[in-house]
């Protein structure tokens, strides 16, 4: 199996999002069961006691899953960085698209299996010099 740059880039990317949305979900559950176990507001927290405290365990459980989920994604990222060897189409791709980073016309994402690298050079350019290139204004 080979995996390419875009495989690691997305498996890297869905851990750390993830990863980010169980920690806003735990924070939440924490919080929220943690205000309610202090406050006891209206006086109804007897009744439901139980459950608040299995929600603020659930929220640590899950922010530690989160916590795990963000580390892995970054932790495959940054050995991936640096240890990582490119085959030879994606040293092509990324030599063709170093050029052309800078230009207001790049634009550098694939659909489907086709690279639309540039609005005016589609394919990107065969030579060194673009005539068609201009400083990006950012």
Known sequence: MNITAKDIER???TFGIGGLISIAIS???ITASTIALRTNVFNVLEKHEPQVREIARF???FLGVGLMGLGIGVGVARHVGENHHFSEDEKRYLAKIEKCKNCKYFH???YYSTDLICAVNPSGLEGDN???G???HD
Do not use: L, R
């Open 108 to 110: 550098g994402v694939q």
């Open 27 to 29: 924070t939440t559950a």
């Open 134 to 136: 201009e400083q990006k």
């Open 11 to 13: 498996f890297t990317s």
């Open 59 to 61: 929220g640590t459980t």
């Open 130 to 132: 673009c005539p068609d």
